[in-house]
């Protein structure tokens, strides 16, 4: 089981579009993919729940046991084989367990994870803040994937993020590692989005960004408004979309995977 934090600390980035970018494309190649929705807002939940949860993420923070764990999975029904794909959801409560003490973190999702099985791919899509939630994702990840859009202030959350990752590797999940920079909404008419790609590149190493870039492109609303994967946009963006996530799965799967 691959395990990665979808993370970004600006608002609006594309993190819950990228998430849901690659559980489509998990799903296209036949992957059980589990994704787990820790932001209070519960985009993805609403995008992914096929029924009212019984159980929240939320829930299984409070307690962890592998019963809460079992009662808050929950099934989703985009039409897309021949994987399958789950959710652990989010609820607008959960806000209450992102207040985060520097020194006094303990995670607490790791508990339940531990009996966590069945899937091959697990992807956080984190809020878009640095507390407790974001945390609970990277101590229990393999890799941490930034997602930004080509401008000042998300270069700026950029850097914060790659700041937690490493605070979150050093005192708390060694085996976390930083995959690099998902750069998204990218206008390729746009100067200052060409300029800032280079300077991302340059203050984080061109390996740091992970190519391709992600364009913008209506096919990303269409997905989110439909509730289905952008793999099944049947127009020229929604293919640009399904080639560009299984570029960024594969990768993800070659430089993780056993
Ligand atoms: N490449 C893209 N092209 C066009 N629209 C996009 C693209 N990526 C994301 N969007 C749109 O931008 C909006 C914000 O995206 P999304 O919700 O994924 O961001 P987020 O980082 O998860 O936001 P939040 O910080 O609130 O969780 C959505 O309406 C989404 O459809
Ligand atoms: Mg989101």
């Known amino acids: 089981m691959l395990t990665f934090s979808v993370m ?5 980035v594309g993190k819950t579009s990228v998430t849901l970018g ?8 036949g992957l059980a993919t589990l ?6 807002q519960g985009n993805a939940t609403s995008i992914l729940a096929a029924k009212k949860p019984k159980a929240t993420v939320a829930d299984v923070i409070d307690d962890p046991s592998v019963e809460m764990l079992e009662r808050a999975l929950t099934i989703c029904d985009w039409e897309i084989e021949p994987g399958e794909v ?21 995670p607490r999702l790791a508990k339940a994870f531990k009996y966590l099985q069945g899937y091959d791919l697990v992807l956080f899509d984190c809020p878009p803040s640095h507390g407790t939630l974001v945390r609970e994702a990277l101590a229990v990840s393999d890799a941490a994937i930034v997602v930004t859009t080509p401008s000042f202030f998300g270069a700026q959350g950029v850097d914060r993020a790659v700041e937690t990752i490493k605070d ?6 060694p085996k976390l590692d930083f995959a690099g920079v998902v750069i998204n909404r990218v206008r390729s008419t746009v100067e200052e989005h060409e300029y800032r790609q280079k300077e991302m590149a340059r203050i984080h190493g061109r390996s740091a960004i992970l190519s391709p870039s992600i364009p913008e492109r209506v096919a990303m609303q269409q997905a989110e408004s439909f509730g289905q994967p952008v793999q099944v946009v049947s127009t020229a963006g929604g ?3 399904r080639e560009i996530f299984d570029k960024h799965l594969t990768r993800l799967l070659r430089n993780y995977g056993e």
Do not use: C, I, Q
Request: aromatic fraction near 4%.
């Open 8 to 12: 970004g600390l600006k608002g609006g």
């Open 22 to 29: 690659l559980a489509g494309a998990a799903t296209l190649r």
């Open 35 to 40: 994704v787990v929705d820790l932001d209070p």
């Open 86 to 106: 789950d959710v652990l959801p989010s609820t607008p409560e959960l806000v209450v367990h992102d207040a985060y003490v520097p020194g006094a973190f303990r």
């Open 168 to 173: 979150m590797k050093r005192n708390h999940n």
């Open 239 to 241: 293919r640009e979309m």
